[in-house]
């Protein structure tokens, strides 16, 4: 009699089990089905954020005194080319960075941090610091943004740089 009763509610606990998962995984489907307009905004989100436009934090006060320390700052993400979202790869290129430009990039020595810097150099140009103030081809750059004890804080090194 006993043996009847285990197997019976051994059936029967393996009958809930089954109808427990079709049970759950109908709950999966119906959750996907009435929730597809969400997923497709989430995707359009992040196909935006990717290759339209992003927002970063400024890592260090190299951009004093115009961009703070910690600021906020929103990127044209199309400025210069357009990508597939989610690849690097470039469809078009829109055109070439500017003196003055502010570009973010990843810093060569730590990919994880983000640098933010302005545009001093371009290709052909020879950059030079010398007694506090940068030289772009002989010439000095004005940077009427700076006081005079930036430039000095700035500007410690001498250095000479052919940008390729």
């Known amino acids: 009699m006993y ?3 285990y197997i019976v509610s051994s059936i029967h606990y393996i009958m809930s089990y089954i109808f427990n998962i079709m049970e759950a ?3 999966v489907k119906r959750f996907l ?3 597809k307009s969400t997923f497709a905004w989430i995707l359009i989100l992040f196909a935006f954020r990717w290759s339209f ?5 400024v890592p260090s006060g190299s951009m004093l005194p115009t961009i703070q ?3 906020h700052i929103l990127t044209n993400k199309m400025a ?3 990508k597939i ?3 690097e790869i470039s469809l078009a290129s829109t055109k070439e960075p500017a003196r003055g430009d502010v570009v973010v990039f990843l810093f060569p020595q730590d990919e994880s941090v983000n640098y933010v810097k302005r545009v001093i150099g371009l290709p052909g140009e020879t950059l030079k610091i010398e007694n506090n103030k940068i030289y772009i081809d002989e010439v000095e750059l004005a ?3 700076l006081t005079e004890e930036m430039q000095k804080s700035i500007y410690q090194h001498q250095i000479e740089i052919k940008i390729p």
Do not use: C, K, R
């Open 143 to 145: 940077e009427s943004y």
């Open 85 to 87: 979202p989610f690849t």
């Open 25 to 27: 995984h109908m709950n």
């Open 80 to 82: 210069y080319d357009f």
């Open 53 to 57: 436009a992003d927002h970063y934090v």
């Open 69 to 71: 320390l910690g600021d």
């Open 3 to 5: 043996i009847i009763l």
């Open 33 to 35: 089905t009435n929730n």
